[in-house]
């Protein structure tokens, strides 16, 4: 969830910027509606991880997921 203002190139942005592993970021879907805010939209991003000198294991992934969403906080993005 984020601020309706909040534009997806910059999202995007943002992403990129807080992990070195991410190889690409894709928007699926939009929400806007009932139970949400009215300020407020639901993006669905498919985020694709890489490392080219290995396999990822699923912890190495959730560490930076968290790193994501931590970075994302300044912009007031929340996780549905």
Known sequence: ICPED???AEL???IMKASKLIASVKLFD??????LPKD???LALHLEFRDTNKT????EVEKEVKKILS?????DVKLR
């Open 6 to 8: 909040l534009e997806y």
């Open 12 to 14: 995007e942005k943002e």
């Open 30 to 35: 939009t929400y806007r509606g009932k139970g």
């Open 40 to 42: 407020a939209k639901s």
């Open 56 to 59: 990822l294991e699923a912890d």
């Open 71 to 75: 970075s994302l906080e300044s912009k």
